[in-house]
C-alpha cells in the first residue's frame, strides 16, 4: 500500500513536497507516478519516475514547476511543487505501474493506489 503525504494549504506562488512511501514493498522494477484530482474533474497524470533509471515525466500543465525525484534508501518518491497555482489545487495521489514509457500518463495503467493528499492553493 502507498502513502502519500505533504499536502497542505498554500498561498499561490508557495511550494510544498509531497512524499510517496511504500509499506512492505520496494519499488524497485515498477515507475512511480502521481495524479491528482480536482473537485468535480477527473483524476489526471501529473508525473511519473522510472525507479530504476531515474528517467521521469510530466504533464505540460506543471512542467517547469514540479520536480519529481526519489530517495532509494528510504523507498521513497517526492513530488516537489513550487510557483503553485489556485488550479493545482487537488487531492493528489501516488500509484505503481509497470508499464511502457508512452503510457505513463494513462492512469487505467495504475495500480496500488495511495488514499491521496490534499493541496490547496489560495489566490
Known amino acids: 500500500q502507498l502513502q502519500a503525504s505533504g499536502g497542505g494549504l498554500v498561498q499561490a506562488e508557495g511550494s510544498l513536497r509531497l512524499s510517496c512511501a511504500a509499506s512492505g514493498r520496494t519499488f524497485s522494477n515498477f515507475r512511480v507516478g502521481w495524479f491528482r484530482q480536482a473537485p468535480g474533474k477527473e483524476r489526471e497524470f501529473v508525473s511519473a519516475i522510472v525507479w530504476g533509471g531515474g528517467s521521469t515525466r510530466y504533464a505540460d500543465s506543471v512542467k517547469g514547476r514540479f520536480t519529481i525525484s526519489k530517495n532509494s534508501a528510504l523507498n521513497t518518491v517526492y513530488l516537489q511543487m513550487d510557483d503553485l497555482k489556485p488550479e493545482d489545487t487537488a487531492v493528489y495521489y501516488c500509484?505503481?505501474?509497470?508499464?511502457?514509457?508512452?503510457?505513463?500518463?494513462?492512469?487505467?495503467?495504475?495500480?496500488?493506489w495511495g488514499q491521496g493528499t490534499l493541496v490547496t492553493v489560495s489566490s
Open positions: 500509484a505503481l505501474t509497470q508499464t511502457i514509457w508512452s503510457s505513463l500518463n494513462d492512469r487505467s495503467r495504475y495500480t496500488n
